[in-house]
């Protein structure tokens, strides 16, 4: 009884440091946000989880507050791969005349990015240079993307990346899209500047840029290298930030940039938004079991496309705050008249002297109860424990999660999500399993896509495993050891 109590204690002292944890795991969090904007009354949600295992991401659950207001959950399950959305590129393209000896380098990097996506496509050409120009648009295949690519003249004699990117922008806010279309924008260039403001001037400009655009997920590839701090800035933006130095390291970065795409997650809600406010903040609340991750992250500025903007700018966000203001007020003064009269009626009940008795025993025989089944569990561990046999997984190649486990009846071992004994395999789906009976143990393949051997004989069946053994299922080898 008093194991139990103490139990309960420890339980109740660990509730009280949750909020502390939960501040803690918020630094290590590896889940970011790539893309969001509203339109038709959805808010699309793009959703960067490249950090987390596949475990994680199975039991990670995305909360979504607009206007403080809760949407719900919902979990990691559609990669973009998976889904219809049209991925929009506009790659903007350095034409300085330092430019010209990356010409192949650059077609390698857009060939590649086509090639590897794999959704339908639209492609779009500007030019980055003494201003940005568009120089192509509504590409959709690899030869017209290689041709408009071959046909850039690079003759500019001045690079102002800033006004480049606010002209992309502003181009690409002032196109439609389609509901759940993904639009990255692709800053390629040399990372030469021929540009009079100052590095942290620009830094901060671009930075700008990027916090008021979260619809638009922004990359960049530079031949060179940019200043430091120009690049610490382009690093965090929401897309991949690369660097290349010849066709062949071009080509991998365009298939990193497609693979990024393709791996992302979309989440779609439907959202109630003011008809007035053009702009609007979101909050995510990223949760995954067992808390291994928990943040919130805010996202400033979001786009609702249902709204049209006149002057062909966005509109300020003080301006989008005070209209979804006034009209939450319109729509929430008569509720909240009712709501402070029911908020008075229970005021005005006081429990009786019977009541308070029944409610304090119905605690105590809750309490009670807790006790009980907690010593309950606890007795039942330690008779499993008593009645199993430990044994250790001596790693010789590959991951598991942990090498220790007590061997009762049996324990699975693959990739499986619920697998006792999980490997970190991909592609095939591994099998296979341990069993002890009648104080012998034995393993068994149970798929035909694996293959499991023991001390280098390939196995098909059940056959005895032994203290010492070593075994290897798939990619993944390790030595078995008995603790009698």
Avoid: W
């Avoid at 071959?150 to 102002?160: A, F, H, P, V």
């Avoid at 993904?182 to 260039?189: C, K, P």
């Avoid at 991909?426 to 104080?439: H, N, Q």
């Amino acid at each position: 009884m008093k194991k139990g109590i103490a139990i309960i204690l420890c339980l109740c002292m660990l509730l009280s440091v949750l909020p502390l944890c939960t501040g803690a795991a918020e630094n290590t969090a590896s889940v970011n946000f790539t893309s969001a904007y509203c339109a038709g009354k959805n808010l699309y949600t793009f959703v960067d989880a490249s950090d987390l295992s596949r475990n994680d991401i199975y039991k990670t659950k995305v909360g979504i507050y607009v206007n403080s207001f809760n949407y719900g959950k919902q979990n990691l399950v559609n990669r973009v791969a998976q889904t219809d959305t049209r991925v929009c590129y506009m790659l903007l393209i350095d034409l300085s005349t330092s430019m010209a000896k990356y010409r192949s380098a650059i077609k390698a990097f857009a060939d590649s990015l086509v090639q590897e996506t794999a959704n339908d496509y639209s492609i779009q050409i500007a030019s980055l240079g003494e201003e940005f120009s568009l120089v192509a648009e509504n590409l959709a295949d690899a030869a017209s993307v290689g041709r408009a690519v071959d046909n850039l003249q690079y003759t500019q004699q001045r690079t102002d990346i800033v006004s480049g990117i606010e002209g992309a922008v502003n181009h690409l806010m002032s196109q439609s899209r389609k509901n759940g279309d993904l639009v990255n924008l692709v800053l390629v260039t040399d990372g030469i500047e021929y540009s009079s403001s100052s590095n942290q001037n620009q830094a901060d400009k671009i930075q700008a840029i990027i916090d008021e655009t979260p619809e638009i997920v922004v990359h960049s590839l530079c031949f060179g290298s940019f200043d430091q701090i120009v690049a610490d800035v382009l690093s965090r933006a929401t897309g991949k930030s690369l660097y290349a130095a010849s066709a062949s390291s071009a080509a991998q970065a365009g298939e990193g940039v497609a693979d990024f795409i393709n791996n992302t997650y979309r989440l779609d809600c439907g959202v109630s938004i003011s008809a007035n406010a053009r702009n609007f903040d979101v909050d995510y609340h990223i949760a995954t079991a067992g808390e291994k991750y928990d943040k919130i992250i805010s996202l400033k500025n979001v786009v609702n496309f249902d709204v049209q903007e006149n002057t062909g700018q966005k509109t300020k966000p003080s301006e989008a705050q005070s209209e979804q203001e006034t009209t939450e007020k319109e729509t929430k003064e008569q509720p909240q008249t009712s709501e402070t009269t029911k908020e008075e009626e229970p005021e005005k009940k006081v429990l009786t002297k019977g009541q308070k008795i029944a409610i304090i025993g119905a605690c105590a025989a809750a309490a009670l109860l807790a006790v009980i089944i907690t010593l309950i569990v606890i007795r039942r561990k330690k008779l499993a424990v008593a009645n199993s046999l430990p044994l250790s997984l001596e790693i010789i190649s590959g991951e598991m999660k942990k090498s220790n486990y007590l061997l009762k009846d049996t324990l699975e071992i693959g990739n499986a999500p619920k697998a006792d004994i999980s490997l970190a395999e991909s592609g095939v789906l591994i099998r296979a399993v341990i069993t002890r009976r009648e104080g012998e143990v034995y393993i068994e393949n149970l798929s035909e896509e694996t293959k499991v051997s023991i001390n280098g004989m390939k196995i098909y069946s059940e056959n005895p495993l032994r203290d010492g053994d070593t075994v290897r299922i798939g990619n993944t080898e390790f030595i078995v050891h008995f603790h009698q």
